[in-house]
């Protein structure tokens, strides 16, 4: 096993060093803001960051992803990156599978959900293109809001492929409102997915499909949404401190704040706790750190390029407008921006790398 310095240490007006293990959608963000007070290392289990939900955008158009498939290094120069996977954590080291201990001054867990894709960025790319060449006529997807996604990306760009939708709760989208739910699933219906409500796939013998109620499909391509699995749930503080530890943060959809689980939230996290650390690295009192509030329930669901399902508060909208704030982009050039990056590829740079 080697012990690994993360880069500097405590004391002597050195700069501290802050390990963030999980390059997601928080752990990215605060890494990125944290890198020119303190050695940052970043642990991901893989070599570059993925907005989870523009992955759905790629698997219909592969080239989408060589803006929203960003190695680590690229937002982060000034920062070690480790790709492995975190396996045990003590009060000053975390330990990879690769069998190395880094060492931290302050150690920031923002692990959401596990991703068991490709390690490398070329890797994921080269997936996306095969998945476009299978252009098989049936898709059937299984799952949550994962399923409503990919399902809308289908049914949009390739309408002539029958698409089945099997959901094992009542209603779809159970994560916001009834409304919500029922607007998206007439939206589908629309397009002509068959949506499959209060089911769940049991068993699969060359292409066909028997559902738990014994209904059988018979497709030529079947994706798995039923969602990624979660690390446990962590205890924060107000000041996003995991319960009962001075120097570990715990960010994003890993914790237990009771708030909807939303990649813009995880990044507000990651900017309180950015701005904790930087008051605790220079001295300041613990009294001065920023607090976090629980938010109130926003989300966005898109259907296809040009739609989505909004809810806002306790208002549910569906169609264009809401589908010009998420479906264009994806905010893919938005959180590009955040890391430091410019919205589009530099130019000579597309589906070049
Ligand atoms: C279909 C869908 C659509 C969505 N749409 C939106 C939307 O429009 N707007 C929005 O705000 N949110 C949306 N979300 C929610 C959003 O994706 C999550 O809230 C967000 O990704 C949580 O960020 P995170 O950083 O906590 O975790 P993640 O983004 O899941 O990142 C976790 C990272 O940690 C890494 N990791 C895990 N375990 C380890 C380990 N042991 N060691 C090292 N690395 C590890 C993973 O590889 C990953 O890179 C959507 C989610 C889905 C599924």
Wanted: charged share 25%; proline share 3%; aromatic share 6%.
């Amino acid at each position: 096993m080697a012990a690994m310095g993360g880069g500097g240490s405590a004391g002597g007006g050195e700069k501290k060093t802050v390990v963030v293990v999980g390059g997601g959608v928080a752990g990215s963000l605060l890494a990125r803001h944290l890198q020119d007070h303190a050695n940052v290392v970043l642990m991901d289990s893989k070599e570059y960051f993925e907005l989870p939900w523009a992955s759905l955008r790629s698997m219909v158009e592969p080239l989408f992803a060589e803006r929203s498939l960003i190695n680590h290094s690229e937002y982060l120069p000034n920062a070690r990156v480790v790709v492995s996977t975190a396996i045990d954590i003590t009060e000053s080291e975390v330990l990879t599978e690769k069998g190395d201990l880094i060492t931290y001054d302050y150690l920031v867990i923002a692990t959401g959900h596990v991703d068991i894709g490709a390690l490398a960025r070329n890797d994921k790319l080269c997936f996306y293109q095969a998945e476009l060449r299978s252009s098989v006529s049936m898709k059937q997807l299984e799952g949550g809001p994962t399923g409503v996604e990919l399902a809308g990306e289908i049914a949009v760009d390739f309408p002539d492929k029958k698409v089945t939708l099997v959901h094992r709760g009542s209603r779809l989208l159970e994560f916001i409102g009834p409304k919500a739910g029922k607007k998206a699933m007439d939206w589908l219906i629309s397009k002509k997915v068959e949506v499959i409500l209060g089911q769940f796939i049991n068993n699969e013998l060359d292409g066909v499909y028997e559902t738990s109620s014994g209904e059988t499909i018979k497709t030529d391509c079947y994706y798995d949404c039923t969602g990624k699995p979660m690390g446990s749930s962590l205890m924060v503080d107000a000041n996003l401190r995991v319960k009962g530890h001075k120097n570990i943060f715990g960010i994003g959809d890993i914790t237990d704040i009771p708030e909807i689980k939303q990649g813009y939230l995880a990044q507000r996290h990651a900017m309180v706790a950015a701005k904790n650390l930087k008051l605790l690295m220079t001295g300041g009192e613990e009294s001065g750190m920023a607090t976090y509030r629980a938010a109130w329930p926003l989300a966005f669901v898109s259907l296809g390029r040009n739609d989505a399902v909004a809810q806002i508060l306790f208002i549910t909208m569906i169609g264009y407008i809401p589908g010009m704030i998420k479906s264009r982009d994806l905010f893919v050039g938005k959180t590009r921006k955040q890391l430091g990056l410019t919205s589009d590829l530099p130019l000579g740079l597309e589906g070049d790398r």
